[in-house]
Nanobody, 116 residues
Framework: QVQLVESGGGLVQVGGSLRLSCAASGSIDSLNVMGWYRRAPGKQRELVAQ???????TYADSVRGRFTISRDSAKNSVFLQMNSLKPEDTSVYYCKVTERGVWESWGQGTQVTVSS
C-alpha cells in the first residue's frame, strides 16, 4: 500500500514562493504519474500539475509559468515549486500517485495560504 506525505505548505505573502514536497512509501510501480491537486473552499478539486515517469509535465493554465513540478523517482518523491503566488492559489494541496493508469493514492493534504 502506498502512503504519501506532503510537506512545505504554509502562509506566504502575495508574490512569494513555497516549495511543496511529497514522499511516497511502499511499493510503487515504475510506470506511474505523480501530481499535485488543490481544493479551495467551496470549489472542486483541480489538477495543478503532474509529471510522468519519463518526465512529461502537464500544468493547469492558471499556474503555467509560475509553478514547476519535478520528481526524484529514485526516492519516490515529487515536488512543486510555486513562485509569484497569488491569493487565488490559496488551497489545500494534495499529492497523488497513479500507477499504470489505474491505482490511485492520495496524500492527506497541506494548506497553502497566500495573504494580500
Amino acid at each position: 500500500q502506498v502512503q504519501l506525505v506532503e510537506s512545505g505548505g504554509g502562509l506566504v505573502q502575495v508574490g512569494g514562493s513555497l516549495r511543496l514536497s511529497c514522499a511516497a512509501s511502499g511499493s510503487i510501480d515504475s510506470l506511474n504519474v505523480m501530481g499535485w491537486y488543490r481544493r479551495a473552499p467551496g470549489k472542486q478539486r483541480e489538477l495543478v500539475a503532474q509529471i510522468s515517469a519519463d518526465g512529461r509535465t502537464t500544468y493547469a493554465d492558471s499556474v503555467r509559468g509560475r509553478f514547476t513540478i519535478s520528481r526524484d523517482s529514485a526516492k519516490n518523491s515529487v515536488f512543486l515549486q510555486m513562485n509569484s503566488l497569488k491569493p487565488e492559489d490559496t488551497s489545500v494541496y494534495y499529492c497523488k500517485v497513479t500507477e499504470r493508469g489505474v491505482w490511485e493514492s492520495w496524500g492527506q493534504g497541506t494548506q497553502v495560504t497566500v495573504s494580500s
